[in-house]
Each structure stands twice: as structure tokens, then as C-alpha cells.
């Protein structure tokens, strides 16, 4: 459980209108919100050993942020509450041996997530909040000005879907991970608004199906394949982890519309898009109670697991962090910075860069009991992209700062 106190401060606190006029709307920037998730599972062991259980993460899902529109009044604190709902964000089963390894089936984490619970990419260090992955003052900041989690790790868009992942036992410190995905959802999307067994949406090949191959989306991928490595040593006094991924998927084929040039302006599913193809590694180094870490991703891949335009450049990021433990308290920072192509239809036109920094830590008051204050700051550009209004044009940054106090309750 947790309650947050939050100040936001970013370049679309006023609201734009079409042309650049103020729309007459504009944000406090104060907020205090409350999250709650619960992690229900279970774990067994047989007689031969074989370990088994399945765990789901359910999450709170919130009400927009109606305000009323003109003749109609804002929805009351009963309204909002009442709109609110609990969602599934992870559903798997698992089955592991000492010498064969673990497979997991379901809505999980795949093999970058499972390298990776927060140590590579210094996610340790807010009691859980996740810092650059959507922690903190991006909560609840304007999702225009917040840059996407481009390293993966621990993020919806890695384990938002469901896969088979396989690791193995660990050799001299070497373990190897292998996953397959059929597509970016649940086949049971197929069977929404009914039971598993009786088709609703998807009653013939169309765009209500999950698992197309081809149809009128260029911009969806499937048959998700990776592999990584990760190596694990303490030498002395130095604890020191590594790890190398790669991943690709192909993409649906766009035989029912038809693909045109990209060019300033065109929508996105007239563009064409590249399959998946992109690579990963990290590296962290922790010593007398300090971790050093620096996470990397590139390839042909745009933004959080988006497919690239064609013709467009190949994404670089790093990620850079540093956390210090040392009884009740915890302190961290992470330091990123993504270039990659951005706006697909300004190709050949301009590519989009952004940095962004969090510092904070944590004070475990009690067992479960722990405070946290972290502050962000982003910035965001684009040649030729307006970020405020989210369309080509002039060139218009977004830019954000804010600052979270939290209390986090774990049971």
C-alpha cells in the first residue's frame, strides 16, 4: 500500500489549444493519491522434489480526471471511487528443479525482467516505487512530458504479455534464460465480453483478434523470441553481476490497407514499420554497501518495445545508477538518456532525444513501515514535434520537474 504527496511542475501545466492558443485550462500542481496491490499465490513441494505454484499481482485502476464539460458538473469523490476497479498485471504458474531449471507459463516477466529485479537498471531504491519506471512524481505528472521506460525491465511492457519463459540452473555463475511470446496480449482476448470457450470478439479473422498475422495494424509485432546470458560472482568483498540479451519478432503483414510513403503528417498505421531487433546489457558492481550500475538497450526498436519506422534511426539508451544501503536507510539515483526515432512520421526529418534524472531514497521506519522522498526531473525534444499538443509542427520541448513524499506499507 501506498500514499503519496506529489508536486509537479511541467511545460504543459497550461493547456494548448489547436494553433498554439491557451485553452483556458490549467493543473495544480499538488496531488495526494493512494495505490494499493496484493500478490496472492502459493508455493508446493512434491515428494521428488519438483517445486510448483502460480502467483498473480492484482493492481488499483483509477477513474479519469473528469472535470465536467460545459452545462455538466464534475463527478463527485463518490463517482470517482465507485469507478475505480482491481485488474490482473501478472497471472503465471511455474515448475522448477534443482537441475532442470524453471519454466514459468503465463502473464509474467519475461527473461529481462527475471535478470533483472531492479539491479541493473538501480530500481532498488524507492521501497518499490520504481523510480525512471513510472515511480515517483510521474505518477501522477501529465503523460505528455514523462519519457518512456525504454530499458524494459520490471515494466508492463515486458511482462504485460503472456509468454513461456525458461531459465536455467546456474554453471560457474553462468545461467541462461530463453523466451517465446505469440503475440503482445492474452490468447482470451480473443473472448472478451463472454467465456473462454465461446467466441465474442474475435469471430472471424479481423481487427478484434489478438493473434493476427495480418490485417490493418503495421505497427503490431508477434512470435517474440529471446535469449540472454547473466553471470553472478562475488570476488572478495565485491559482489559483481553481468548479463547480455537479445531479442526480435516479427510483425503483422499490412494486407489490408495500404502502406504510404512516410512523410510529415501521415497517420500511424499508413507507415511501415521494421520487425523487432534489438540487444541489451548490463552491468553492476556493489562494494561496501555502494552499487554501481549502467544498463544499456539499442537496436531496431522505438521507445518501450515499439517497432521502429522504416527508414528510421536505431534507438541508444543508457541508463546510469548509483545505490547506497546501510541499515534502515537507502538512497539511489538513476541518470538516462534515449535517442532513438521518435515521431514515425518525421523520419528523415529529425530523431527525438531525452534525458532524465530521479535521486531519493528510503527510511524503513518498522517491519514493513518505510518512508520515501525522490525528486525527477525530464526533458524532452523532438525537431519539428510539438509536445505539448502531441503533433507535427513547430518544435516545442516538454519539460518536468516534481517532487514525492511517500509512505510505503508492505504485509
Not at 68 to 80: K, R
Not at 142 to 165: E, R, T
Request: hydrophobic residues 35%; glycine residues 14%; negative net charge.
Amino acid at each position: 500500500m501506498e500514499t503519496d504527496v506529489s508536486a509537479n511542475f511541467t511545460s504543459v501545466d497550461k493547456g494548448q489549444a489547436a494553433g498554439g492558443a491557451a485553452s483556458g485550462f490549467k493543473l495544480n500542481p499538488v496531488g495526494v493519491s493512494s495505490y494499493m496491490r496484493l500478490y496472492p499465490g502459493f508455493d508446493a513441494q512434491a515428494a521428488n522434489g519438483l517445486r510448483y505454484g502460480a502467483s498473480v499481482e492484482l493492481r488499483e485502476n483509477f477513474e479519469s480526471g473528469t472535470n465536467g464539460s460545459s452545462g455538466t458538473a464534475a463527478s463527485s469523490p463518490s463517482a470517482n471511487t465507485s469507478a475505480q476497479t482491481v485488474f490482473v498485471r501478472r497471472a503465471f504458474t511455474y515448475m522448477a528443479t534443482d537441475q532442470a531449471g524453471i519454466v514459468r507459463l503465463g502473464q509474467t516477466d519475461g527473461v529481462l525482467g527475471l535478470f533483472d529485479n531492479c539491479i541493473f537498471t538501480s530500481q532498488c531504491w524507492d521501497a518499490g516505487e520504481t523510480g525512471l519506471n513510472g515511480g515517483g512524481p510521474q505518477q501522477s505528472a501529465p503523460s505528455n512530458v514523462i519519457p518512456p521506460f525504454v530499458w524494459l525491465s520490471q515494466s508492463a511492457a515486458d511482462y504485460g504479455n503472456s509468454k513461456v519463459v525458461y531459465l536455467s540452473p546456474q554453471f560457474y555463475g553462468f545461467d541462461l534464460g530463453v523466451q517465446y511470446a505469440a503475440n503482445e496480449g492474452n490468447a482470451f482476448s480473443n473472448d472478451s465480453g463472454s467465456g473462454p470457450l465461446q467466441s465474442a470478439t474475435c469471430g472471424q479473422a479481423s481487427d478484434n483478434c489478438i493473434n493476427l498475422s495480418s490485417g490493418n495494424d503495421p505497427t503490431r509485432w508477434l512470435n517474440q523470441v529471446a535469449v540472454g546470458l547473466r553471470y553472478q560472482h562475488n570476488f572478495g568483498a565485491v559482489d559483481f553481476k553481468t548479463y547480455g540479451f537479445w531479442e526480435t519478432a516479427g510483425k503483422e503483414d499490412p494486407t489490408a490497407i495500404t502502406i504510404v510513403k512516410t512523410a510529415p503528417g501521415a497517420g500511424t498505421g499508413d507507415i511501415r514499420y521494421d520487425n523487432l531487433n534489438f540487444y541489451k546489457a548490463g552491468v553492476a558492481v556493489t562494494s561496501y554497501n555502494i552499487t554501481a550500475a549502467l544498463d544499456y538497450i539499442g537496436g531496431a526498436v522505438n521507445g518501450a518495445l515499439a517497432e521502429r519506422p522504416t527508414g528510421g534511426a536505431s534507438m541508444n539508451a543508457e541508463l546510469f545508477g548509483l545505490t547506497y544501503a546501510n541499515g534502515p536507510i537507502t538512497l539511489g539515483s538513476q541518470f538516462g538518456v534515449i535517442d532513438s526515432q521518435g515521431q514515425g512520421d518525421l523520419v528523415g526529418t529529425s530523431q527525438r532525444h531525452e534525458f532524465e534524472l530521479a535521486v531519493g531514497g528510503n527510511y524503513k521506519v518498522a517491519p514493513g513501515l518505510q518512508l520515501v522522498l525522490e525528486y525527477q526531473y525530464a526533458q524532452r525534444h523532438q525537431g519539428d514535434f510539438d509536445f505539448t499538443t502531441g503533433t507535427d509542427g513547430k518544435t516545442v520541448d516538454a519539460r518536468y520537474q516534481g517532487v514525492t513524499f511517500s509512505t510505503v506499507l508492505t504485509w
